[in-house]
């Protein structure tokens, strides 16, 4: 008597979690250790150049993709789809618009993401989700269109990397707190270990620590004091959220270091946006600790796929 009052009183609980998107019939995330194991073994070495399709929003944006393939140097190629804010399940859903889509996506660079993943000219992909990350997994269910992104992308043939961001600089929480929290409880345990669950064969999702740079930058600053145009991080940003050319700067270099396995240091800091015209110029001194953060982030965490050191 007492199992089956337990069963009436549970089903309609979970019939109204689920309508309100606080339940759902999800496979059990990846268990820690399998989780870790997978990231024992580094990420393919690139032969030779890379061409990379970029699927997300503004803080990826036009002029950190141009500034990576400036770094990279000739035979570097990328594409994007971006948009305001937008989710993943908004670039997967076609009845789902994707916000600024006319704005975001009127250059040279765009590519439908369909048609580019089925084209086979790209060989990684490279994946980010909406701010607020906690709200994207809520309301827009990231784990399943991570999974449905990455199962596309590596049926293609290609790497996949999830690209860790950040959140508003006047967040209540502390903005680094926030960096150092997030990057396992939503990045790793609420969206990466969800979506590999469903991984058939389970193959890993590699990490672009933009959010785990950020906050090494703005620890180094506060320890060592300003260092050229940079006294804290602040000074990445243009506004609350979006960075500046020396915040799109430390991005490329973060995606370079973990696309291209190598160590930034030493690249040119004189660049230019997207559009031709000369990007903010961080200076030599603030270029080297940034490209010096960049390594010791990326070579030291297993889930960016390089190899230590």
């Known amino acids: 008597m007492r199992y089956r009052l337990k069963k009436i009183l549970i089903a309609p609980a979970l019939f109204i979690l689920a309508a309100l998107g606080l339940y759902s019939r999800q496979p059990a995330p990846l268990d820690p250790q399998t989780f870790a194991a997978l990231y024992d073994t580094p990420a393919p070495a690139p032969q030779g150049s890379r061409q990379v399709y970029h699927l997300g929003h503004s803080l990826v944006g036009r002029d950190?993709?141009?500034?990576?393939?400036?770094?990279?140097?000739?035979?570097?190629?990328?594409?994007?789809?971006?948009?305001?804010?937008?989710?993943?399940?908004?670039?997967?859903?076609?009845?789902?618009?994707?916000?600024?889509?006319?704005?975001?996506?009127a250059h040279a660079a765009y590519r439908d993401p369909d048609e580019a993943l089925a084209s086979g000219t790209y060989d990684a992909l490279v994946l980010t989700e909406m701010v607020e990350i906690a709200d994207a997994i809520r309301y827009h269910d990231t784990p399943t269109y991570l999974h449905r992104w990455a199962a596309k992308g590596q049926e293609a043939g290609?790497?996949?990397?999830?690209?860790?961001?950040?959140?508003?600089?006047?967040?209540?929480?502390?903005?680094?707190?926030?960096?150092?929290?997030?990057?396992?409880?939503y990045w790793e345990d609420a969206v990466l270990r969800p979506a590999l669950a469903r991984s058939d064969p389970l193959r890993p999702i590699y990490v672009i620590p933009g959010g785990s740079?950020?906050?090494?930058?703005?620890?180094?600053?506060?320890?060592?004091?300003?260092?050229?145009?940079?006294?804290?991080?602040?000074?990445?940003?243009?506004?609350?959220?979006?960075?500046?050319?020396?915040?799109?700067?430390?991005?490329?270099?973060?995606?370079?270091?973990?696309?291209?396995?190598?160590?930034?240091?030493?690249?040119?800091?004189?660049?230019?946006?997207?559009?031709?015209?000369?990007?903010d110029d961080p200076g030599p001194a603030a270029a080297r600790l940034m490209q010096k953060i960049v390594w010791q982030v990326v070579s030291q965490d297993p889930m960016t796929g390089v190899p230590e050191g």
């Open 64 to 105: 950190m993709p141009a500034m990576l393939a400036q770094l990279a140097g000739a035979g570097h190629g990328y594409a994007s789809q971006l948009g305001w804010g937008a989710t993943l399940r908004s670039h997967w859903e076609p009845d789902v618009p994707v916000k600024g889509f006319e704005a975001e996506n």
């Open 158 to 185: 290609m790497v996949v990397y999830l690209y860790e961001t950040w959140h508003q600089l006047n967040d209540p929480a502390g903005w680094r707190v926030r960096l150092d929290r997030d990057r396992t409880l």
């Open 213 to 279: 740079v950020m906050a090494a930058l703005s620890r180094a600053l506060e320890t060592g004091g300003a260092v050229g145009p940079l006294a804290q991080h602040g000074d990445l940003f243009k506004d609350d959220i979006h960075f500046n050319d020396y915040g799109a700067y430390l991005m490329a270099l973060t995606h370079y270091a973990v696309l291209y396995q190598r160590d930034p240091t030493g690249l040119p800091h004189t660049l230019q946006r997207a559009d031709g015209t000369p990007a």
